[in-house]
């Protein structure tokens, strides 16, 4: 019974080390994507392309550790919910890497793009640290099985989701009155939408944590809530 046990945590914790591994891949690959379009520097669009790579390869090991967890030890209650949460985990992680590559390309247009100085690299600068810190702050509630931190997360990813719309109408208008070249405001209207799906993934990550600890879906919560609030 003992060994059993043993090979059970021994699995749970190759479980977390390789989601960790792999949230802190993800991390770089957003960090790298946007200093990539912030400083004009192409070797790091290639080096987001090269993790992306690892990140998929992150993504497969992971589902086969978690499955395997499943089939063969039947983990219940707590232990249950962290193999699933730690399955839905690695799905937004990877999607959060897809953003990560798809902010990367753009910087291959902005590079030498005309009108490159009017653009507002400043503030979509301070959204993408904004987003970054939710990513590491979701992260490490993963890790310290922390359930305080979701409320917060999603505070400030209204707060992105305010940064994406102020962003966006102000490219548009400044476009509309001919104040910006059309395809490189394009492409940073593209960059903040995917700055504002990174800080939705990241959201979610710290609400799988609260349905690991307490067996409460927030997203249920919160619809269950608007219809008493309703009726």
Do not use: W
Request: some cysteine; hydrophobic content about 45%.
């Amino acid at each position: 019974m003992q060994h059993t046990l043993k090979a059970f945590d021994a699995d749970i914790d190759g479980m977390r080390s390789t989601v960790m591994t792999m949230g802190g891949l993800v991390e770089k690959q957003v960090g790298r994507a946007i200093d990539a379009i912030e400083h004009r520097d192409l070797g790091l669009v290639s080096q987001v392309l090269v993790d992306e790579d690892i990140v998929n390869q992150y993504h497969l090991q992971a589902d086969l550790l978690c499955n395997r967890i499943l089939a063969k030890r039947q983990p219940l209650a707590v232990d249950l919910r962290e193999v699933i949460g730690s399955i839905h985990t690695v799905n937004d992680l990877e999607r959060i890497g897809d953003e990560a590559k798809k902010i990367a390309l753009k910087a291959r247009g902005l590079d030498r793009a005309e009108g490159r100085e009017q653009l507002p690299f400043d503030e979509v600068r301070s959204m993408a640290d904004s987003v970054r810190l939710m990513l590491q702050q979701a992260l490490d509630a993963f890790v310290r099985h922390d359930t305080l931190v979701a409320a917060r997360l999603v505070a400030r990813d209204q707060q992105v989701d305010g940064l994406r719309d102020s962003l966006n109408a102000k490219l548009l208008a400044q476009m509309a009155e001919g104040h910006l070249v059309i395809q490189p405001a394009m492409d940073l209207v593209f960059v903040v939408q995917s700055l504002e799906r990174i800080g939705d993934h990241a959201k979610n990550i710290a609400e799988y944590v609260v349905n690991v600890v307490e067996g409460v879906d927030m997203r249920h919560a919160a619809s269950a809530a608007g219809g008493k609030a309703q009726g």
